[in-house]
């Protein structure tokens, strides 16, 4: 039997990059899945891929800046299946560049801080009481690296993320008495669909990239699916309130070395051309 056969597991931003790969695995191992996206026609194309691979999921249209649309997400999963068990808040999305304090707009902080935070908070204040219906439950909440370190001109993006992996903290403690465990991904860079795009346009920064890396290479959708999949799992009942970083071993590493390691690789690759 599957480790997940039969839960029922909302994955916001679910239609493609992290969220669709993470809702992927999540129906592989037996969950039925409702994949929450602001963009509708995304989100059932990761349903029809679920549903040919025999899986069970279903699409439902979320804005995540919207209260009425969180809650009636939950229901959805709820009139749906008769139950909730797992909760990946993982929705994302920008309007507008961030910045630092001095020249980020305060729209662009409300918006990062509406989509990153806020609705992690409705989220789980609307799941919680399903799950404990349900008899227990698991969130995963996507935080970032940027919830461990910080980087240049990303404000509100890194603020946001910080707050994450302490709201995970926090849930945790009120929510474990009722069987419901709370821990966070904090992923490295991840190559989706949108991305790789992107450096398809410059394969020299992305070579760059990776070499930052301790493994040599940038992250898959699918290393994040599995880290999420084991955290929803029974294998992973002794484990809440952890922000787990699954990022190739970027953020072990001491600063001075990583200038080193990059100095080096300039000098090993002098051709190598930067658009």
């Known amino acids: 039997m ?30 039925r899945v409702l994949v929450a996206d602001v963009n509708g026609e995304w989100a059932e194309e990761n349903v029809a891929r679920i549903r040919q691979a025999g899986g069970q999921a279903e699409a439902c249209v979320t804005d995540l800046t919207k209260r009425e649309d969180i809650e009636a997400m939950v229901k959805h999963a709820v009139d749906v299946w008769g139950r909730l068990d797992i909760l ?6 920008r309007k507008e560049p961030d910045g630092s304090a001095e020249t980020l707009t305060e729209s662009s902080w409300d918006w990062v801080m509406n989509i990153l935070t806020k609705a992690i908070f409705l989220g789980v204040k609307f799941a919680v009481p399903e799950m404990v219906k349900s008899g227990g439950g698991a969130i995963v909440n996507t935080a970032s690296v940027h919830g461990l370190l910080a980087a240049p001109n990303t404000l ?37 669909e949108k991305i790789a795009e992107n450096w398809k346009k410059n394969p020299g920064l992305f070579a760059i990239t990776e070499a930052q890396y301790p493994v040599r290479r940038a992250g898959k959708p699918e290393d994040i699916a599995n880290a999420v999949r084991f955290l929803c799992s029974d294998e992973a009942s002794f484990i809440t309130g952890q922000s787990l970083a699954v990022d190739g071993g970027l953020t072990i590493q001491l600063q001075e070395n990583f200038g080193w390691a990059q100095a080096k690789f300039f000098r090993d690759h002098p051709g190598i051309e930067l658009r």
């Open 2 to 31: 599957s480790s997940l056969q039969d839960r029922v597991a909302i994955v916001t931003g679910g239609a493609r990059g992290i969220g669709g790969a993470t809702a992927r695995r999540l129906a592989e191992e037996g969950a």
């Open 88 to 93: 990946v808040n993982n929705g994302w999305g």
């Open 156 to 192: 509100a993006y890194d603020t946001a993320k910080t707050a994450v992996v302490g709201m995970t903290r926090q849930m945790a403690i009120d929510f474990g008495p009722k069987g419901i465990r709370v821990n966070a991904v904090c992923p490295g860079h991840i190559v989706t």
